[in-house]
């Protein structure tokens, strides 16, 4: 019962460092999305794929890159974090069919210094 | 732009009901409802279809009205295991399952 499994769960970095997040999912879904969640906040979508090989940005993509090589993998990369980027990241998949839910990994907690 | 939660917070005795609203300025197609427990991932409860539909698990129930533009959680004789925070997420114009997220609502029960 995997579902959708995120890596790393917890990471520090400095600001300027490079990283990447993968999120992996065993449910065979098309879709698959990342957003971020800051205190007190809403989730923000910050890309999204509908499909392998694709990609689309979402409500607040800069400073985020992303791609989707395999169906069941999509990879979130911070090219340059900076301390606004500190914030939980959760990926979330779903079919491609309508209304369908969304399921979600457990999030990944990075802070910026 | 993001939808509307009330109440921010609210906080109940074990076995009070409560009503969580989420409201948006866009035409919507279909309204989810999600629970996030603190330090967890945000867990699936309900969708809600354009139609006025109104839908329902064990003492959870919702509604969606289609010319407000509003959905309404409705907790019966709340339990502890209600407690965390509520997320509605919005899609406007059969969107392909894209959501805007409310930014939530947090329910403590207490015994």
């Known amino acids: 019962n995997a579902g959708v499994t995120q890596t790393p769960k917890f990471r520090v970095l400095k600001t300027g460092q490079s990283m990447t997040l993968l999120c992996a999912q065993d449910m065979n879904h098309e879709y698959m999305y990342w957003y971020r969640q800051d205190p007190g906040m809403g989730l923000r979508l910050i890309h999204y794929?509908?499909?392998?090989?694709?990609?689309a940005k979402g409500e607040v993509p800069d400073g985020y890159n992303v791609s989707r090589l395999k169906k069941q993998n999509f990879l979130l990369g911070l090219e340059s974090a900076a301390p606004s980027q500190t914030s939980v990241y959760f990926c979330?998949?779903?079919?491609?069919?309508?209304?369908?839910?969304?399921?979600f990994g457990d999030g990944t907690r990075l802070s910026i210094l | 732009q993001q939808p509307v939660q009330s109440p921010q917070a609210v906080i109940l005795r074990e076995g009070e009901d409560a009503v969580i609203n989420c409201s948006s300025s866009k035409a919507l197609y279909s309204v989810h409802w999600y629970r996030q427990k603190h330090g967890e991932a945000p867990v699936f409860l309900m969708i809600l279809l354009k139609g006025g539909e109104q839908k329902g698990h064990d003492k959870i129930s919702a509604s969606f009205n289609e010319k407000k533009q509003q959905s309404s959680l409705y907790l019966t004789a709340s339990q502890l295991s209600y407690s965390g925070t509520y997320f509605c997420g919005t899609e406007s114009n059969n969107a392909g399952n894209m959501l805007t997220f409310g930014g939530g609502t947090r329910l403590m029960v207490k015994p």
């Open positions: 794929s509908v499909g392998e090989g694709t990609t």
């Open positions: 979330a998949s779903s079919y491609i069919w309508g209304n369908q839910p969304q399921h």
